[in-house]
């Protein structure tokens, strides 16, 4: 089960690199600096995700829950 999960995590995590990425290299608008930091902020992305979405959803759930 374990195994399943990491192996979820990793292809979201691959996937979603891979279409930040081709969403980057279009911007052609961009100047190098900003095309840095633009990789930058994707790899960052890809690190933490699979600790802000379960965060968020937890906290999705407490706000519907509490909700009437």
Do not use: C, E, N
């Not at 990793?10 to 081709?22: G, H």
């Not at 911007?27 to 890809?46: N, R």
Request: a positive charge; proline letters at 6%.
């Amino acid at each position: 089960m374990k195994l399943l999960l990491v192996s979820l995590y990793v292809l979201v995590a691959l996937y979603l690199s891979a279409a930040w990425l081709r969403f980057l290299k279009k911007g052609a608008g961009l100047s190098p600096q900003q095309k840095v930091l633009s990789f930058l902020t994707v790899g960052i992305a890809t690190v933490f995700w699979p600790l802000v979405l379960p965060i968020a959803y937890v906290k999705l759930l407490d706000t519907t829950v509490s909700q009437p």
